[in-house]
């Protein structure tokens, strides 16, 4: 049971990594790439947060991106291994699509969850861990403080340029 909940929490810290490393290179902190991004930005920063890190929340909400490419991609990997991440990366390309989301973070990140989650399935751990990982991830990032969890992303993507 406590190694269990160990590979949740690694997986957790890895899916972040993972999905905001993507969403950064992907400049989503820049601009609302999709419709509501830049509203729930702004909305964000009124509320004490910082704007970029508003912008890429917005965007994680409103089209896949690699947060949602990389849940998807587990609950691939968990049922068919690296084809079924695969085809959760061609869902997650159909749903940018369907949003009219110009970027590729989304495709992009489930992809490459896909190699790593199917790559730490190798060594012990089970997609399912990813799968609960991955929501603890996007819990930090949408659910716990917008001001807050904007702030940290705004400083991510400082970093960046």
């Given at each position: 049971?406590?190694?269990?909940?160990?590979?949740?929490l690694?997986?957790?810290?890895?899916?972040?990594?993972?999905?905001?490393?993507?969403?950064?290179?992907f400049?989503?902190?820049?601009?609302?790439?999709?419709?509501?991004?830049?509203?729930?930005?702004?909305?964000?920063?009124?509320?004490?947060?910082?704007?970029?890190?508003?912008?890429?929340m917005?965007?994680?909400v409103?089209?896949?991106?690699?947060?949602?490419?990389t849940?998807?991609?587990a609950c691939?990997?968990?049922?068919?291994?690296?084809?079924?991440?695969?085809?959760?990366?061609?869902?997650?390309?159909?749903?940018?699509?369907?949003?009219?989301?110009?970027?590729?973070?989304?495709?992009?990140?489930?992809?490459?969850?896909?190699?790593?989650?199917?790559g730490?399935?190798?060594?012990?751990?089970?997609?399912?861990?990813f799968i609960?990982?991955m929501?603890?991830a996007i819990l930090?990032i949408?659910?716990?403080?917008?001001a807050?969890?904007?702030?940290?992303?705004?400083?991510?993507?400082r970093?960046?340029?």
């Open positions: 049971m406590l190694g269990e909940i160990l590979h949740i690694a997986a957790a810290v890895i899916a972040w990594i993972l999905f905001v490393m993507v969403d950064i290179f400049k989503l902190p820049e601009a609302g790439g999709v419709s509501g991004a830049s509203a729930i930005a702004r909305d964000i920063e009124a509320g004490g947060g910082a704007l970029s890190g508003g912008t890429m917005g965007n994680i409103c089209s896949p991106d690699a947060s949602a490419g849940l998807l991609a691939g990997v968990y049922v068919a291994g690296i084809p079924g991440g695969l085809v959760a990366a061609v869902l997650v390309f159909i749903g940018n699509r369907i949003c009219h989301d110009p970027g590729y973070a989304g495709t992009t990140g489930a992809v490459l969850a896909t190699f790593v989650v199917y730490f399935t190798q060594v012990g751990f089970a997609a399912t861990d609960a990982g929501v603890i930090t949408q659910g716990l403080s917008h807050h969890a904007s702030r940290l992303l705004a400083r991510l993507w970093v960046r340029q």
